[in-house]
């Protein structure tokens, strides 16, 4: 009897640790995220875990949820963030309104499925509805950051999303391919019919209008590169775009405009194969002739907003194109008819420049005043923007302005990977028994702080 009972403990015993190892390689195979952290906005409603050594985010109601992990990032340096993302019943809703939103519109507003980097806009492209594996990726430029939180998303900063998503094949690439050579585009909008605060506008523009711009972004390119002293190449390029924009944004500090939002449906077909770092939307929003006027509190150009990681610029012609020398050359009157232009598009350096230094080492473009520099009538401020590029501009017993890493700061594309290096970022464990050892270690090692997950999207527009 007792030999029975010993042969039957060592049974039990056996099967203990067979349902221990059992146990502990389901909770490996089922929960293990390696060192990524796992937040969401709301408390509860998500769940997170791993098919196939793949993870997963299910959101059972509406979330912003992720599983995340910090990159360390060489300044001023390219990545490439990729994975394959399969989607199951993903929907978005949008943050302000509440409102649901059908697949068409949960793309545009960039609600669903995607690669992010916490706290910032920057994000990918987003998967919504039932899709099998899509490679996604997130490319950007670290400027002048040492770490980044890399984020696999089920939402965004624009909105929340519910539905099932599932991440694989998760690589990072860095490339060290710099260059000075500025593709820029400008989309001039043919035709407006926008329905504003329930009242109809439709104004479109002349072939005088769309000549005009052409000539102003050819005398840009050779502007730019003369106040750069050779230190920008650009090549432009003009795209017509035939279907009307019918919708506008709304500021109290400019009236109406147009965002990246309001053009999307337009001109991302074109911008996702174009490798654009800049873009103008150039449009005419009033017609004296026909008496239409869209109101806007005066601006002529705004600058400063990004379309993802490019440059976006509003270039707007005037309602009475015959009573003004605006953007038109004249000897007389107007030597400086691509002023707009340039200064729309030093926003833009400005915004980059002050991701690298603080902003206080350099003038703001509006401050040309204060160093003593005026409007010249013909030229404009055109001597301003000229020292301002070339860091000609005294101040004390020193001379400030652009610095000349500005001149590479236009986006990392994706022909920029050609040559790229991988990244170390996430590896499957070598065997189950290092990946139960990492379990243990990040029970230990748990943080309970989690950083915002995003914010509210920024919009910064200036004249």
């Given at each position: 009897?007792?030999?029975?009972?010993?042969?039957?403990?060592?049974?039990?015993?056996?099967?203990?640790?067979?349902?221990?190892?059992?146990?502990?390689?389901?909770?490996?195979?089922?929960?293990?995220?390696?060192?990524?952290?796992?937040?969401?906005?709301?408390?509860s409603g998500?769940?997170?875990?791993?098919?196939?050594?793949n993870?997963?985010?299910?959101?059972?109601?509406?979330?912003?949820?992720?599983?995340?992990?910090?990159?360390?990032v060489?300044?001023?340096?390219?990545?490439?963030v990729?994975?394959?993302i399969?989607?199951?019943n993903v929907?978005?809703?949008?943050?302000?309104?509440?409102?649901?939103?059908n697949?068409?519109?949960?793309?545009?507003?960039?609600?669903?499925a995607?690669?992010?980097?916490?706290?910032?806009e920057?994000?990918?492209?987003?998967?919504?509805?039932?899709?099998?594996f899509?490679?996604?990726?997130?490319?950007?430029?670290?400027?002048?950051?040492q770490?980044v939180?890399?984020?696999?998303?089920?939402?965004?900063?624009?909105g929340?999303?519910?539905?099932?998503?599932t991440?694989?094949?998760?690589?990072?690439?860095?490339?060290?391919?710099?260059d000075?050579?500025?593709?820029?585009?400008?989309?001039?909008?043919?035709?407006?019919?926008a329905?504003?605060?329930?009242?109809?506008?439709?104004?479109?523009?002349?072939e005088?209008?769309?000549?005009i711009?052409k000539?102003?972004?050819?005398?840009?390119?050779?502007?730019?590169?003369?106040?750069?002293?050779?230190?920008?190449?650009?090549?432009?390029?003009?795209?017509?775009?035939?279907?009307?924009?019918?919708?506008?944004?709304?500021s109290?500090?400019?009236?109406?405009?147009i965002?990246?939002?309001?053009?999307?449906?337009?001109?991302?077909?074109?911008?996702?194969?174009?490798?654009?770092?800049?873009i103008?939307?150039?449009?005419?929003m009033?017609?004296?002739?026909?008496?239409?006027?869209?109101?806007?509190?005066?601006?002529?150009?705004?600058g400063?907003i990004?379309?993802?990681?490019?440059?976006?610029?509003?270039i707007?012609l005037?309602?009475?194109?015959?009573?003004?020398?605006?953007?038109k050359y004249?000897i007389?009157s107007?030597?400086?008819?691509?002023e707009?232009?340039?200064?729309?598009?030093l926003?833009?350096?400005e915004?980059?420049?002050?991701?690298y230094e603080?902003?206080?080492?350099f003038?703001a473009?509006?401050?040309?005043?204060?160093?003593?520099?005026?409007?010249?009538?013909?030229?404009g401020?055109k001597?301003?923007?000229?020292?301002?590029?070339?860091?000609?501009i005294?101040s004390?017993?020193?001379?400030?302005?652009?610095?000349?890493?500005?001149?590479?700061?236009?986006?990392?594309?994706?022909?920029d990977?050609n040559?790229?290096?991988?990244?170390?970022?996430?590896?499957?464990?070598?065997?189950?028994?290092?990946g139960?050892?990492?379990?243990?270690?990040?029970?230990?090692?748990?943080?309970?702080?989690?950083?915002?997950?995003g914010?509210?999207?920024?919009?910064?527009?200036?004249e």
């Amino acid at each position: 009897m007792k030999k029975f009972f010993d042969i039957l403990g060592k049974i039990l015993f056996v099967l203990i640790i067979l349902g221990i190892l059992y146990a502990t390689y389901y909770f490996y195979s089922k929960y293990y995220f390696d060192d990524f952290i796992k937040a969401q906005v709301e408390v509860s409603g998500t769940d997170f875990y791993r098919e196939d050594k793949n993870f997963c985010i299910e959101n059972i109601e509406y979330n912003d949820s992720v599983f995340y992990k910090k990159l360390e990032v060489e300044p001023n340096t390219g990545y490439r963030v990729s994975c394959k993302i399969k989607t199951e019943n993903v929907s978005g809703r949008d943050s302000e309104s509440n409102k649901e939103l059908n697949d068409e519109e949960s793309l545009k507003q960039r609600i669903g499925a995607c690669i992010s980097i916490i706290d910032t806009e920057e994000q990918s492209d987003v998967i919504v509805g039932n899709s099998d594996f899509k490679e996604v990726e997130l490319i950007f430029n670290s400027k002048n950051r040492q770490e980044v939180n890399i984020a696999f998303r089920l939402g965004s900063i624009y909105g929340d999303a519910k539905g099932k998503a599932t991440f694989s094949d998760i690589k990072v690439e860095k490339t060290d391919v710099k260059d000075n050579k500025w593709n820029i585009v400008c989309f001039m909008i043919n035709d407006i019919d926008a329905t504003l605060n329930g009242k109809r506008y439709k104004v479109s523009m002349t072939e005088e209008d769309k000549y005009i711009i052409k000539q102003n972004l050819e005398r840009f390119k050779t502007t730019m590169e003369d106040f750069s002293e050779g230190k920008m190449d650009i090549d432009t390029e003009c795209i017509e775009i035939d279907k009307p924009l019918k919708t506008l944004s709304y500021s109290e500090e400019n009236y109406y405009y147009i965002e990246p939002d309001d053009v999307y449906d337009l001109i991302d077909s074109y911008v996702s194969k174009g490798e654009y770092d800049h873009i103008f939307i150039a449009t005419r929003m009033g017609d004296v002739k026909t008496g239409v006027e869209i109101p806007v509190n005066e601006w002529i150009g705004l600058g400063g907003i990004r379309y993802d990681d490019i440059g976006f610029s509003n270039i707007r012609l005037p309602n009475d194109m015959a009573r003004t020398t605006m953007y038109k050359y004249d000897i007389m009157s107007d030597t400086f008819p691509e002023e707009v232009f340039v200064h729309e598009f030093l926003h833009t350096l400005e915004r980059n420049l002050a991701e690298y230094e603080d902003q206080s080492s350099f003038p703001a473009l509006h401050d040309s005043e204060k160093y003593g520099y005026s409007d010249k009538g013909t030229d404009g401020l055109k001597k301003w923007y000229k020292d301002y590029m070339r860091k000609e501009i005294r101040s004390g017993n020193t001379y400030v302005g652009l610095s000349d890493v500005v001149y590479s700061t236009m986006p990392f594309n994706k022909s920029d990977f050609n040559e790229s290096q991988e990244v170390e970022f996430y590896k499957e464990p070598s065997n189950i028994f290092v990946g139960i050892f990492n379990i243990i270690k990040s029970l230990f090692n748990r943080s309970s702080e989690n950083p915002a997950i995003g914010t509210v999207k920024e919009v910064v527009i200036t004249e």
